[in-house]
Every structure is written in C-alpha cells, then in structure tokens.
C-alpha cells in the first residue's frame, strides 16, 4: 500500500496488484510483431515524466515540481 500525497493532505491508497509475467509475455508478442504493445508508448513517457518530477521534488526537500 501507499500515501497519497495531495493539495488536500495525506491519505493511504491501495496498491493493485501486476501481473509483470503477462506484461513481459505481451511484450515480447509486441517485438516479434505478433500483437500489440503492452503500455501505450505516451503513457510510458508519462509516468517516467512523473518518476522524474517526484526525484526532482525529493532534491528539493519536497517542493512541488510542475510536469
């Protein structure tokens, strides 16, 4: 599970649970040309995008950082 962090506060959120063999096996369909990607493209970029703001927010003691 995790905390979300808000405008609003904190509250504890539900982590869902993967299925990363299933990923891995679609993704591996993808490259061979057999089926499609497992994550669209754009969302990929979207949450490195994220990953990358919350880095840069940590660096700066929690500030908030605009994507």
């Keep these: 599970d995790g ?4 405008d ?4 504890p959120v539900a982590s869902l649970p ?10 591996a369909a993808a490259v061979r040309g057999e089926g ?3 994550v669209e493209p754009a969302d990929a970029v979207a949450v490195a995008r994220a990953l990358e703001a919350a880095v840069v927010s940590s660096d700066r003691g929690g500030a908030l950082v605009t994507l």
């Design 18 to 27: 993967g299925d990363w063999g299933r990923f891995y096996e679609q993704f």
């Design 36 to 38: 499609p990607v497992p």
């Design 8 to 11: 609003t506060g904190a509250r």
């Design 3 to 6: 905390l979300l962090v808000d």
